[in-house]
């Protein structure tokens, strides 16, 4: 099972939205409504951000949002924040026989 | 507010086995809505994830790493183990315990800070 397909880096100006995709197969993305979004900083461990596709955990800022076409999911940050740059991985569920399979990461740059 | 703890050895020698144990405070283990989960990251590289346990002890691993680990679970202690046999400098890497909602959101919803093992003679 390959790493779902993540753009190595997207950058933004301050107060700007981006989106990044996670592609992956009709056995992961594509058959099960089970992505989750993770925000990583430098140093310390992956924050939950979205999960089942498109929803927000308490505490998570309204500007992140996630959705789902077919076999590719996208996360959106809007009103981009200098705090917002950080790593982001997606993750989906992938069935009985793989299970969970993450994706090759995006650097998100504030400019 | 529950929390996840990783320990165990930051160096092991090739061939030999990787073990490390996660410690849940603030909530039990034993929980019917979570997995429990272990994920790696080498340096500078992505997140793998490793395997999965219930606290029934019912478990699942990663397929490319299912030959060489095994992922136990003590409710007593309210901790749960990872272990990873013949270790190369490829396992090198921060490994993660996490939280699974199994039974909401099911995302890794809670993590452990990470402790980095390194893998050398």
């Known amino acids: 099972q390959s790493a779902l397909t993540q753009p190595a880096s997207v950058s933004g100006s301050p107060g700007q939205s981006i989106t990044i995709s996670c592609t992956g197969t009709s056995s992961d993305v594509g058959s099960y409504n089970l992505v989750s979004w993770y925000q990583q900083h430098p140093g310390k461990a992956p924050k939950l951000m979205i999960y089942e596709g498109s929803k927000r955990p308490s505490g998570v800022s309204n500007r992140f949002s996630g959705s789902k076409s077919g076999n590719t999911a996208s996360l959106t940050i809007s009103g981009l924040q200098a705090e917002d740059e950080a790593d982001y991985y997606c993750c989906s569920y992938a069935g009985s026989s793989t299970f969970y399979v993450f994706g090759t990461g995006t650097k998100v740059t504030v400019l | 507010q529950l929390q996840l703890q990783e320990s165990g050895p930051g160096l092991v020698k090739p061939s030999e086995t990787l073990s490390l144990t996660c410690t849940v405070s603030?909530?039990?283990?034993?929980?019917?809505?979570?997995?429990w989960g272990w994920i790696r990251q080498p340096p500078g590289k992505g997140l793998e994830w490793i395997g999965s346990i219930y606290y029934s002890g019912s478990t699942y691993y990663n397929p490319s790493l299912k030959s060489r680990v095994t992922i136990s679970v003590d409710t007593s202690k309210n901790q749960f183990s990872l272990k990873l046999s013949s270790v190369t400098a490829a396992d090198t890497a921060v490994y993660y315990c996490?939280?699974?909602?199994?039974?909401?959101?099911?995302?890794?919803?809670?993590w452990g800070q990470g402790t980095m093992v390194t893998v050398s003679s």
């Open positions: 603030g909530g039990s283990i034993s929980s019917s809505s979570y997995y």
């Open positions: 996490a939280r699974l909602d199994y039974g909401d959101s099911d995302a890794f919803d809670i």
